[in-house]
């Protein structure tokens, strides 16, 4: 705690020039007395620090000394802070928000209106905030945890032992030994549910470097003929490079992928806007879709 603000003064006298004792003080929460040790000790460290008297008196660096360029400069300073800023998008820690203010320019000028914001939070944020919270209070004690899982196969109960939560394709996971599967998977946070640590503890096992890193790899290929009006969702989804146009002005694509119960939701969100051309399982899948989305309406008739 001593040694983050130690660079927390160093950072702020970096910025500001000149601080008072009492601006420090009330800056890092902490008594005059204990900035003055800091000063102290800093001084000790090697950094030429000046102090001042009367009124435009306070603490500043030696006039001349100059910033070590492995030290962080104002550009890198504000991308950190970028990066506070999303990782307090989903998080409700204090810790975060006061850590932003401490590294904060008093001038708010100083690096101007963000240009970058980092929102990682979704529909679910109180509910996904207090997930990561307990998964990194397990991760960090080595707590199993269980919790209810949904997935195509239904709802299971699993029993893991959490390694790392990471954010990738656009959402919140968890990576830990499944004792049920003896095996390492990956956790959607927004399918996980009743989650709770226990009082049994693991002892951490070797992660493979492959599963920290993981992807799926697509094994399989759909092509489809999408209407011109839903040119813009293919391009958000696989970019204005992943179809040719057809002479009918329709779009042609073939797409890569690995779980066929996602890539059949996804042709689904089209409605009547996409064809399936090929393969002729994939084609029977999607009519088979349309089939029970009709025989639901005529029921109600």
């Known amino acids: 705690m001593k040694l983050n603000r130690l660079v927390g003064v160093f950072t702020l006298l970096m910025q500001n020039g000149k601080m008072t004792a009492p601006e420090l003080?009330?800056?890092?929460?902490?008594?005059?007395?204990?900035?003055?040790?800091?000063?102290e000790d800093l001084c000790m460290a090697g950094i030429p620090i000046v102090t001042t008297q009367g009124g435009d008196g306070g603490i500043s660096l030696a006039e001349g000394f100059h910033?070590?360029?492995?030290?962080?400069?104002a550009e890198e300073l504000q991308n950190v802070l970028t990066g506070l800023k999303g990782l307090g998008s989903i998080s409700d820690a204090q810790k975060i928000n006061r850590l932003i203010r401490k590294l904060s320019p008093a001038d708010e000028n100083h690096t101007g209106r963000d240009d970058l914001v980092i929102d990682l939070a979704s529909h679910y944020k109180s509910s996904l905030s207090e997930k990561i919270a307990l998964l990194r209070e397990a991760l960090t004690q080595k707590h199993l945890v269980s919790f209810d899982y949904y997935s195509s196969s239904?709802?299971?109960?699993?029993?893991?032992?959490?390694?790392?939560?990471t954010y990738k394709w656009a959402g919140w996971y968890v990576l830990g030994?499944?004792?049920?599967?003896?095996d390492f998977r990956l956790f959607k946070l927004n399918r996980l549910w009743n989650l709770q640590i226990s009082e049994e503890c693991f002892s951490p096992r070797p992660v493979p470097e492959s599963k920290m890193g993981q992807t799926f790899e697509d094994r399989y290929q759909v092509t489809l003929l999408f209407e011109p009006s839903a040119q813009y969702l293919l391009i958000e989804e696989y970019g204005p490079s992943s179809y040719t146009v057809e002479a009918d002005g329709r779009l042609k694509a073939t797409i890569s992928y690995d779980n066929a119960e996602y890539i059949l939701s996804w042709i689904l969100s089209f409605g009547d806007?996409?064809?399936?051309?090929?393969?002729?399982?994939?084609?029977?899948?999607?009519c088979e879709?349309?089939?029970?989305?009709l025989l639901a309406y005529e029921h109600d008739k």
């Open 177 to 182: 030994f499944c004792l049920e599967a003896q």
């Open 67 to 73: 910033l070590d360029s492995r030290l962080l400069n």
């Open 25 to 39: 003080a009330e800056r890092f929460e902490v008594s005059r007395r204990t900035i003055q040790r800091d000063i």
């Open 289 to 293: 879709a349309a089939r029970k989305i």
């Open 154 to 165: 239904g709802k299971s109960v699993r029993r893991v032992e959490p390694y790392l939560i």
């Open 273 to 286: 806007r996409v064809k399936v051309l090929s393969p002729s399982e994939m084609v029977e899948k999607h």
